[in-house]
DNA sequence: GCTGAGCGG
């Protein structure tokens, strides 16, 4: 029931090579990240090209959605959307 | 070294 955007951001198609050192740092300036993480594939060994950054706040959340999304990272566009916890 | 939808644990 909640219209808001939350303090948890949905990013996505991350290039292979972008680690989640990169998105902590990308996303460090817009607020504080009070956690970040990157989804691992266990049998490529690779992250499957998205994740997920929570914020201290939804405000910084939104700031840094609406900086990041649509932006070239490490040669491919990152998408980032508000997280839809299931 | 390479590919490319999506909401994890």
Redesign the pocket.
Known sequence: MSQRIGT?L?V?????YTTLDQLKKLFSPFGVVT?A?L??DPV?K?H?????V?YKTEIEAEKAMKAMNGRIVNG?LLLV??????
């Open positions: 948890k949905f996505y198609r991350l290039s292979f956690n993480n989804v691992m490529t690779r499957k090209g998205f994740g997920f929570s491919r959307e508000p997280a839809n916890e299931k």
